[in-house]
């Protein structure tokens, strides 16, 4: 029987973690709500402009786009948790207290997640229509991010907005990549790992210290998993920067005549984004943050470079089929990408 993690659990956890977001009057929230919704609007028409993906985007334009406190982001990821493990974590295969201390940490993981995330597409969302996918905004962190920053209101939306309105035209013009990612990460939970090796978890907690240090080091986690997982691992985030990458590239490429403050922007939140003290670099690592982090800075140097070598729509190729992917090797070696994707016969 289908079981997945303990949704409740895992929402009652997370809506404890989750602070408090940033005052704000009736007045203005009203104004918050209604202004995002309005600029998601518009992003569609500049992606579908900028990326040659017009009928995705047209397609993608119906997408359901909500605005959400702290607590509402926290029941959004753990519904996406939930749709991934429910056909995975069965009651044959996990016992009810591995899945109470499972549904525990991603509650709190989700609870992290809460302070930062300004918004994310959910492709596996299923709307009551049977519309797939849905953009989520989390109100209160755009509005303290938008504060920090000093940032026009008008022009700071439309940017976020442009970012999740790329991810949902990447999804409608991919409609075989849910099924994939699914795939994938199926195999990831059900790849033959190691029985529980201790040398390796050693190693592991030996390297926790290094998270409260200024050093690259690999997560800890990373190196409980087995070959098989460390290469299912590698494919995902593979695509996970790509879409990453492309979608910070599109948010950009509007230009100063859309978000007339891009110029000064972009650079302010960049600042903002290393700016943080050594526990929440801590915290950051271990909930992955800093790895998503990292997706944008690669993902985005593999996207700039097949653009201006194949341009919008030769890149396009990427949401074509699962093998026009980049391997994790060629995210590394971009010219590698780009040769083969010039000698498909499309």
């Known amino acids: 029987m289908s079981a997945g993690i303990n949704s409740g659990l895992a929402r009652r956890v997370g809506g404890l973690v989750a602070r408090p977001g940033p005052a704000v009057s009736h007045a203005e929230g009203i104004h918050l709500v209604a202004d995002l919704r309005h600029q998601v609007g518009k992003a569609f028409g500049y992606v579908s402009e900028i990326t040659d993906l017009e009928q ?14 702290r607590r509402g982001l926290v029941r959004s990821l753990i519904a996406t948790v939930q749709s991934l493990t429910a056909p995975i974590w069965t009651d044959e295969d996990m016992s009810w207290l591995a899945r109470q201390i499972a549904s525990g940490q991603i509650g709190g993981l989700t609870g992290v997640l809460a302070y930062r995330v300004l918004g994310h597409y959910d492709p596996f969302h299923v709307g009551p229509a049977g519309q797939p996918g849905r953009i989520v905004l989390t109100a209160p962190n755009i509005l303290r991010f938008e504060r920090e920053l000093d940032a026009d209101p008008t022009d700071f939306h439309l940017w976020v907005a442009l970012h999740e309105a790329t991810h949902a035209v990447q999804f409608a013009a991919a409609p075989w990549l849910v099924g994939w990612m699914r795939g994938r990460f199926a195999a990831l939970i059900d790849a033959d790992a190691e029985p529980a090796n201790p040398k390796r978890a050693l190693a592991a907690v030996k390297k926790l210290p290094e998270l409260f240090a200024d050093q690259g080091s690999p997560l800890p986690a990373a190196q409980l998993l087995s070959p098989e997982q460390s290469r299912l691992l590698a494919q995902l985030a593979a695509a996970m920067s790509v879409l ?21 922007l972009r650079p302010r939140f960049e600042a903002r984004r290393v700016a943080r003290g050594r526990f929440e670099r801590a915290v950051r690592r271990l909930a992955g943050i800093e790895a998503k982090t990292a997706q944008y800075v690669q993902g985005a140097a593999f996207v700039r470079a097949g653009l201006a070598a194949l341009g919008h729509e030769g890149f396009n190729a990427v949401f074509e089929a699962p093998s026009n992917l980049p391997t994790a090797a060629e995210m ?7 040769e083969r994707i010039r000698g498909l016969d499309r």
């Not at 995705?56 to 406190?69: C, E, F, I, L, Y």
């Not at 990453?244 to 590239?249: C, L, N, Q, S």
């Open 56 to 69: 995705a985007a047209a397609q993608a334009a119906s997408t359901q786009t909500v605005v959400v406190d």
């Open 244 to 264: 990453e990458g492309h979608a910070d590239v599109i948010m950009d490429a509007v230009g100063p005549k859309i978000v007339k403050t891009l110029e000064q």
């Open 332 to 338: 590394d070696d971009p010219p590698a990408w780009i």
